[in-house]
T-cell receptor
Framework: DTGVSQDPRHKITKRGQNVTFRCDPI?????LYWYRQTLGQGPEFLTY????????KSRLLSDRFSAERPKGSFSTLEIQRTEQGDSAMYLC??????????????FGEGSRLTVL | GESVGLHLPTLSVQEGDNSIINCAYS??????FIWYKQESGKGPQFIID?????DKRQGQRVTVLLNKTVKHLSLQIAATQPGDSAVYFC?????????????FGKGTHLIIQP
């Protein structure tokens, strides 16, 4: 399967713990996005990378959230000191777009986080 | 407030009938629109897109209509099949908003009745 893959698919953690999600985008895609989706809502933008550079961050991305894409390939999203409000589906998407608009995003199946 | 809105949380249609899913947007500067389909437990999947210089675009069994006058977007699915059951999201983008400019609505849950 050459689509976007995310790991783990499900994570249950206790409040205050740190969690890390990994995303492997489609290999030839330059852009990588992180979105958050809560039940009954559409995805909300968190951040995106153009190759290894993190170019945009949403106001939703508090100081407890950090994302990296060290070699311009896979990316990690870490949440420190998790809170119950962090419970959501974390979606990764990639795009071949180089310039301008976001365009078509290819989403992974998401990592569902439950904070107890 | 939201710039892309949900106007019918659940739509139930008979198998074989046509489905029409509606979406309104409030940012008149938005110039690119996408429909995504999300099946339970999966990530959103691209269906069709349309730029603001068009008012209609057709794909396989799907048609997107854009009415810029009333800022309305619709997705028509012909001959609805059980596999069309999913949540459908419209998303809009303003090209001047940078690459993070894709804003999703809340979605419409399409239910197919046998």
């Amino acid at each position: 399967d050459t689509g976007v893959s995310q790991d783990p698919r499900h994570k249950i953690t206790k409040r205050g713990q740190n969690v890390t999600f990994r995303c492997d985008p489609i290999s030839e895609h330059n852009r990588l996005y992180w979105y958050r989706q809560t039940l009954g809502q559409g995805p909300e933008f968190l951040t995106y990378f153009q190759n290894e550079a993190q170019l945009e961050k949403s106001r939703l991305l508090s100081d407890r959230f950090s994302a990296e894409r060290p070699k311009g390939s896979f990316s990690t999203l870490e949440i420190q000191r998790t809170e119950q409000g962090d419970s959501a589906m974390y979606l990764c998407a990639s795009s071949p777009s180089l310039v301008g608009r976001t365009g078509e995003l290819f989403f992974g199946e998401g990592s569902r986080l439950t904070v107890l | 407030g939201e710039s892309v809105g949900l106007h019918l949380p659940t739509l139930s249609v008979q198998e074989g009938d046509n489905s029409i899913i509606n979406c309104a947007y409030s940012n008149s500067a938005s110039d690119y629109f996408i429909w995504y389909k999300q099946e339970s437990g999966k990530g959103p999947q691209f269906i069709i897109d349309i730029r603001s210089n068009m008012d209609k675009r057709q794909g396989q069994r799907v048609t997107v209509l854009l009415n810029k006058t009333v800022k309305h977007l619709s997705l028509q699915i012909a001959a609805t099949q059980p596999g069309d059951s999913a949540v459908y999201f419209c998303a809009e983008e303003y090209s001047g908003g940078g690459a993070d400019g894709l804003t999703f609505g809340k979605g419409t849950h399409l239910i197919i009745q046998p």
